[in-house]
């Protein structure tokens, strides 16, 4: 059974409304967790990490103030797309290392669309 | 980390190997060779990682030149469930890039009847 879940799999929200899309680790604690988003036709690109109790490092040329990330607990991280426009329709994805990192597993995914 | 090469695409018959190359001449002696794969519309799912040796699990066998600079995914029998997007990532385990992976364009392999 997956051991990262990501809620919900699938969503549609309106342009200039804002979606929250969480990742949860499955017993196991993740301390850094990764978020990554992937056009169609394309492959992942990291957005950022997500760090318990600290703030998320985001990659260069993603927007922190768009893309906010909480991670509230060890086995929890949520990304709020904030006003959302249709160009961030996309496949998100998250992903947690277990133990020393050797091992990462990635949730199912969530589909954003953005009408 | 170091980059990696792979073919856009390739076909393989149900039942028959897939054989998946991955160059990666620039390596580092402390880079690990991992290979990933995602089926259309999920997640990447794990496939197998090796430093220098051969490895073999349930999955796949990954096959590792001498000198580092490639390797080779192999998947004994595949079968139509195999069909997805392979990735070849090299990479540091833990340190700065703890549990991050930087994904290439990888491999659509493509298994047929």
């Known amino acids: 059974g997956a051991v990262v879940s990501q809620h919900p799999s699938r969503v549609i929200c309106k342009s200039g409304t804002s979606v929250k899309i969480e990742c949860r680790s499955l017993?196991?604690?993740?301390?850094?967790m990764f978020w990554y988003r992937q056009f169609p036709k394309q492959s992942l690109m990291l957005m950022a990490t997500?760090?318990?109790?600290?703030?998320?490092?985001?990659e260069q040329g993603v927007e922190k103030d768009k893309f906010l990330i909480n991670h509230a607990s060890l086995t929890l991280s949520t990304l709020t797309v904030t006003s959302a426009h249709p160009e961030d329709s996309s496949f998100y994805i998250c992903?947690?290392?277990?133990?020393?990192?050797?091992?990462?597993?990635f949730g199912e995914g969530s589909w954003l669309t953005v009408v | 980390d170091a980059k990696t090469t792979q073919p856009p695409s390739m076909d393989c018959a149900e039942g028959r190997a897939a054989n998946l190359p991955c160059n990666h001449s620039?390596?580092?002696?402390?880079?690990?060779v991992y290979w990933y794969r995602q089926i259309h519309s999920q997640g990447p799912q794990y496939i197998i990682h090796?430093?220098?040796n051969n490895e073999t699990n349930e999955m796949a066998s990954l096959i590792i030149t001498e000198d580092r600079k490639s390797s080779t995914l192999i998947l004994p029998h595949a079968t139509l469930r195999d069909t997805a997007v392979y990735y070849c990532i090299v990479r540091v385990d833990g340190g700065t890039s703890y549990g991050k992976l930087t994904f290439g364009q990888g491999t659509i392999l493509t298994v047929h009847p």
């Open positions: 620039t390596i580092s002696g402390n880079e690990y």
């Open positions: 992903s947690a290392p277990q133990g020393g990192g050797n091992t990462i597993y």
């Open positions: 017993d196991f604690q993740a301390t850094t």
């Open positions: 997500s760090n318990e109790g600290s703030k998320a490092t985001y």
């Open positions: 090796g430093l220098k």
